[in-house]
C-alpha cells in the first residue's frame, strides 16, 4: 500500500515562512490532483490548495498571494510554500493524493504560528 509521507512543518513567527513537503512511497497511477488541507482544533479539515492532472491550481482565498503548492510528477510529491504566515493558519496540516483507484493522505503536520 502506497503511503505519504510528509516533512516540513513546526512553530513560526507571525510573517514568517514554513514549506511542506509530502512525497508518495510507491508509484499512484492517474492522479487527478494533489492537494493539501488543514484542520484546526475544534473545526473541520478543509482545501488549503490543491493542483490538477493539467497543473491547474486552486487556493482557499484566506491563502491566496501567501501560500504556492508545486508537485514534482516523477516523484508523485507535493509541496506547500507558506509565507506570510499568520496566527489563524495555525493547523494540523495534511497532504492528499486523489486518484483514480484511491484518495491517500499523509500521517499531518502541526503548524503553529505564534503572534
Known amino acids: 500500500q502506497v503511503q505519504l509521507v510528509q516533512s516540513g512543518g513546526g512553530l513560526v513567527q507571525a510573517g514568517g515562512s514554513l514549506r511542506l513537503s509530502c512525497a508518495a512511497s510507491?508509484?499512484?497511477?492517474?492522479?487527478?490532483?494533489m492537494g493539501w488541507y488543514r484542520q484546526a482544533p475544534g473545526k473541520q479539515r478543509v482545501l488549503v490548495a490543491a493542483?490538477?492532472?493539467?497543473?491547474?491550481?486552486n487556493y482557499a482565498d484566506s491563502v491566496k498571494g501567501r501560500f504556492t503548492i508545486s508537485r514534482d510528477v516523477v516523484k508523485n510529491a507535493v509541496n506547500l510554500q507558506m509565507n506570510s504566515l499568520k496566527p489563524e493558519d495555525t493547523a494540523v496540516y495534511y497532504c492528499?493524493?486523489?486518484?483514480?483507484?484511491?484518495?491517500?493522505w499523509g500521517q499531518g503536520t502541526q503548524v503553529t504560528v505564534s503572534s
Open positions: 492528499n493524493v486523489n486518484s483514480a483507484y484511491d484518495d491517500f
Open positions: 510507491g508509484t499512484i497511477f492517474r492522479i487527478n490532483a
Open positions: 493542483i490538477t492532472r493539467s497543473g491547474r491550481t
